[in-house]
């Protein structure tokens, strides 16, 4: 089964989409997350990928509040990222009805931190969120360039007891162009055992497709959500 996983962008409240990972080139959605997540239930969806832009880019929790909407009235299963620091904000967000946690820019400047989480909390409450270019990891809200690579950043965290990762490749998002299914070849082919979700550059039923052919467990879509690209009655079909 593919996990159809729909994503919520926020920055000041408002649903956007960035290209590219650039805060400068946003489009704003719709000023009121809610609803795009209620719309996203009633056709079927049953995942919801939600970032705190804010959050991913300031280092703290900004729309908390947004995540305890959603959750609170909808039954869709939500990933959660951005700003999350401390293993007090894990808790606040856990208590605000995440199923799953993302950690991506704290997984590369603190593997203790995640390690420390790990046993507090369980394995399978996290996902780690692997930003990159060129096969480069990519932290706080895709601003800052690393010295990590993409294959040494999964291992890391696939030897700890970390089985779910989403992998946005960032030349790839937001445009519209296909997905990297070279790169989520190459990662399946390294570590066959993890889910893998795809980020990235879907922009058809196709891409979606040879995604599941390849193995990922499931994908993230954005923009070719909200600008029509991709019906949402297509994608529960793939479910």
Partial sequence: MMEIIPAIDIINGQCVRLSQGNYNHKIIYSTEPLKVAINFENAGIKYLHLVDLDGAKSGQLVHLNILKLITSNTSLKVDYSGGI?????????????????TLGSIAVTSVTFVEQAITQFSPQKFMIGADSKDEIIYIKGWTEKTDISLITMIERYYKIGIKRFFCTDIKHDGVLKGPNITLYQKILSIFPAIDLIASGGVSSIEDIQKLKDIGCKGVIIGKALYENKIKLDDLVKLQ
């Fill in 85 to 101: 620091r401390s293993m007090d904000d894990i808790e606040k967000v856990l208590d605000a009805g995440a199923h799953w946690i």
